[in-house]
């Protein structure tokens, strides 16, 4: 068996580094951008700084903004056609995972006609063409979406997300520029720095694991439970590093897949619009506990990398008990609910809930087989 590892063409990484984009954007010799945002990033002089760095150079550019937090169907088609109607042949994505989603989807559609329907690009479509060029400027801390193969969407008429993974989507530059995120709330810091813990973490025990992969996720891990606390609290270094542990999260999971904690809140935030990232961090230590028997020795070092003295006197019971204490420590210091009653549950939308994470496209890769009941037990286990 063969391993694949993908990651952009180029990154850049540190303060300043969205200065990069006007010069990319001539040297692949593009020419009308489409500055793909959401109206909040452009209201708070966010997507303006990039903007800025267009005006500046000369490039041709347009924006669709019309992007929300859990980018649907219709904010697909609508940037499609907006890109098609303005003749533009790149896309600049500068938002999070919401932003860059969407622009991912939308130019594997313009490169790819025959996926308009966007509910054809679940899964693994049988896609034939790169996306049309996009780069990715990251504006939080927590989704990598400017380094996966991955993007999910959500279906509004069906009350459910659905994820695509294509090799063809990955954005050709990544820009990682902590000044990015630098105007981030408390809030929105806690929820994308812990899922890219949950990323980091899933992407350490999922089945398609390995050992260039397992290094990859460690790393991330201990960036992000040391840098993650600060990064809440405004501090700069904090946010630089949260910058570069998600990436380097994304780097990880990507090539290898996640587990049920991405499965179960994708429901979640399609039903009641919860922000993904809260979503992940609340469902964690509970699935944590459900995979732990099929995850060997791991949880040691998931502890270690977390910061816990001590793990190798500890015994394997003991150093489980730490890594999931450790995840929900961290969670609970930087605000996360502990319930998922807290981010609007209910009892009775369970089975859905249940059906729709059996379905999801990450429940493959939990190192645990699930059952629909095991899920379901795990929904009430948490209410």
Known sequence: ?????????????????IQNVASEVKARGLGKVMLVTDKDLLKFNVATKVEAVLKEAGIAYEIYDDIKANPTIQNVQDGVEKCKQSGTDCLVAVGGGSVIDTAKAIGIILTNPEFADVRSLEGVADTKQKCMPIIAVSTTCGTAAE?????VITDEEKHRKFVCVDPHDIPVV????????????????AATGMDALTHAIEGYITKGAWEMTDFIHLKAIEIISRS????????????????????????GFSNVG???????????????????GVACATILPTVLEYNAEATGEKYREIARAMGVPGVDAMSQDEYRKAAVEAVRKLSADVGIPAKVSEVGMKTEDIPFLAESAMADACTGGNPKDPTLEDVAALYRSMM
Not at 1 to 17: K, V
Not at 147 to 151: D, E, F, L, P, R
Not at 258 to 276: E, K, N, R
């Open 228 to 251: 993650l606390r600060a990064s809440v609290n405004g501090d700069p270094k904090g946010r630089e590093d949260m910058a570069l542990g998600q990436y380097v999260a994304g780097m």
């Open 147 to 151: 380094v996966t193969i991955n993007y």
């Open 258 to 276: 996640l587990g049920i904690v991405h499965s179960m809140a994708h429901p979640l935030s399609a039903l009641y619009d919860t922000p993904h």
């Open 174 to 189: 990544a820009i990682v520029d902590p000044e990015m995120s630098s105007s981030m709330p408390k809030g929105l810091t």
């Open 1 to 17: 068996m063969s391993n694949r590892i993908m990651l952009n063409e180029t990154a850049y990484f540190g303060p300043g580094a």
